[in-house]
């Protein structure tokens, strides 16, 4: 069964940094992307950022570009979301998901349950 769980939010003060977290489990950890993608009340669902393993690409979206790294630990199975400068408009709950093979915008087959961040100003 293909578990993943999210970790490492909270509340942070505008300017602050956050690493979130995502621990895999129930898939082969050498053939697949993650995304990451969040939420924020009244408002639809963003893709922040995404690795796949196969060709190592990192895609990052244009809210979070030049503030966020993704980056993967196969060790650990598990991939980090680094944030920095946070904002106040990065108040979202924040979820990871897995698919085999490539980045993509959607087609995401599993999901974690999400971790709230929420940035004071």
């Known amino acids: 069964e293909v578990q993943l769980v999210e970790s490492g939010g909270g509340l942070v003060q505008a300017g602050g940094s956050l690493r979130l977290s995502c621990a895999a489990s129930g898939f082969t950890f050498d053939d697949y992307a993650i995304g990451w993608f969040r939420q924020a009340p009244g408002k639809e669902r963003e893709g922040v950022s995404c690795?796949?393993?196969?060709?190592?690409?990192?895609y990052y979206g244009t809210s979070v570009t030049g503030r966020t790294t993704i980056y993967s630990d196969n060790a650990k199975n598990t991939v980090y979301l680094q944030m920095h400068s946070l904002k106040p408009e990065d108040t979202a709950v924040y979820y990871c998901?897995?698919?085999?093979?490539?980045?993509?915008?959607?087609?995401?087959?599993?999901w974690g349950q999400g971790t709230q961040v929420t940035v004071s100003s």
């Open positions: 998901a897995e698919r085999t093979g490539l980045c993509a915008p959607d087609e995401y087959e599993y």
């Open positions: 690795i796949s393993s196969s060709d190592g690409r990192t």
